[in-house]
């Protein structure tokens, strides 16, 4: 079986077939030709991989970011930034990349931190004489918390297949999404010492508080999201419902910049999506369901101990896997099909689940900066204007730094694991 699954996935790859296409038909291929089960399994397994009440946070986190992304909850988390950290060298940068942490916590999401952060602030720095290029890959790298921050729909994705607690992986992505965005920080200081970029506005304390008294309702949502989900208030897929309503509250009857034409486009772009998600994560739960009834993960488990000997070596293979295969598909769909292969290996090498997800979400960001399925880098190009070979190229000195997070994480587990281990055990 292993020899028909691993040509036909191949043969489909090099044929450009849709992942979750393939998915289906390479299970169809080995259930057929290697197996006495009856096809109308197919469909069964279809439908239960979708039977899960968590999958229901998928469309509204999604929905979410679509409504503050069009919204003015960007600008105005952009705005209050600028009150904290405007003042110092490179402020205007800096508030980029704490306003894009922020972001990212409140939608979930790397292209839509990108495009609600980049469209206000790359013209920004471009006429406060930032450099051009600096300023496309800041947005473009530091829109990538997005999926690490929590609330994350990767890590969503992740908990299904390697069923493990929503919640406690959401924690653990708090340190290292702090860790990149320090770094990311600590770079742009650098930069802006070296260019002579200084502060470009200060704020008098009558105008700091008017910006905190209409920035405060967006920064109150990822309190109220995540603060309900770790203190057990309400479940995380409760906690996006909560994300969809408060943003809409927000958007109509506050800031009152959302319009129902506005509201038409984000249902319909936000149903194409989820719709486009839930059907990947579906093929691929009975890919791994037909991979696990035929204990391929125990054989791959046995042939990995024979060649790799402990865990951070067996980590680093990984990675570089999961690296090579990001040149072929997307790493979220990749995720999705190797990690419950390596499900069994990871038990063995008692490697915390938890800790490897949120490895495995780094590997993803890093993904979404790299071609040619950098997501990221098409929004860019759809701000500047510019071609692909810019904006990656823009982006290169921070995909180095976050080579450095995504190997500090990797072998300093506690890192990510401190804070679930800390509230949860």
């Known amino acids: 079986m292993v020899p ?22 390479v299970t169809t291929i080995a259930i057929h030709f290697h197996t006495i089960t009856p096809l109308t399994i197919l469909p069964q397994q279809l439908f239960n991989a979708l039977d899960n009440f968590i999958l229901l946070a998928i469309p509204f986190f999604i929905l979410a970011g679509g409504i503050m992304t069009e919204g003015e909850i960007a600008q105005r988390l952009i705005d209050v930034m600028n009150v904290f950290v405007g003042r110092f060298s490179g402020g205007l940068a800096l508030a980029t990349v704490v306003a894009c942490m922020f972001f990212a ?45 929590p609330p994350s729909i990767p890590m969503i994705l992740y908990c299904l297949v390697m069923n493990v607690s929503v919640a406690k992986l959401f924690m653990a992505g708090i340190g290292p999404g702090i860790l990149i965005g320090a770094v990311f ?27 905190l008294r209409k920035g405060v309702w967006g920064l109150m949502l990822p309190i109220i999201v995540l603060g309900g989900i770790y203190t057990g208030i309400f479940t995380p897929t409760e906690a996006a419902a909560v994300s969809v309503v408060y943003a809409l509250f927000v958007e109509f009857f506050i800031y009152k910049e959302l319009t129902l034409k506005k509201l038409t486009k984000i249902l319909r772009d936000s149903a194409v999506l989820s719709g486009a998600l839930l059907f990947i994560l579906s093929c691929a739960m009975t890919f791994v369901w037909l991979l696990t009834s035929e204990q391929i993960p125990q054989q791959v488990a046995d042939a990995v101990i024979h060649y790799v000997h402990n865990w951070w070596t067996f980590l680093i293979a990984v990675n570089i896997l999961f690296l090579i295969m990001g040149t072929f598909m997307d790493d979220v769909s990749a995720m999705l099909i190797l990690s419950p292969i ?75 694991t401190f804070l679930p281990n800390f509230f949860y055990d």
């Open 4 to 25: 028909t699954i691993i040509i036909s996935f191949a043969l489909m790859l090099l044929l450009s077939f849709p992942i979750s296409i393939l998915l289906g038909i």
């Open 185 to 211: 920080a600590g770079y742009t200081i650098f930069k802006a010492k070296r260019h002579g970029w200084s502060s470009h506005k200060k704020y008098t304390l009558p105008e700091t508080l008017a910006v």
């Open 342 to 416: 390596f499900l069994e290996t990871l038990h063995r090498f008692h490697i915390d689940l938890i800790h490897y997800g949120v490895v495995m979400v780094l590997v993803i960001e890093f993904g979404f900066l790299t071609p040619p399925f950098g997501l990221n880098l098409f929004v860019s190009m759809g701000i500047t204007k510019w071609p692909l070979t810019r904006v990656a190229r823009s982006v290169a000195p921070f995909i180095l730094l976050l080579l450095l997070c995504v190997a500090l994480v990797t072998f300093i587990p506690q890192i990510s």
């Open 105 to 149: 916590a409140l939608s979930g999401s790397s292209p839509a931190t990108v495009v609600a952060i980049g469209t206000i602030m790359i013209p920004a720095l471009k006429k406060y004489g930032y450099d051009e290029e600096f300023a496309t890959g800041l947005v473009t790298s530091a829109g990538s918390l997005g999926i690490v921050i």
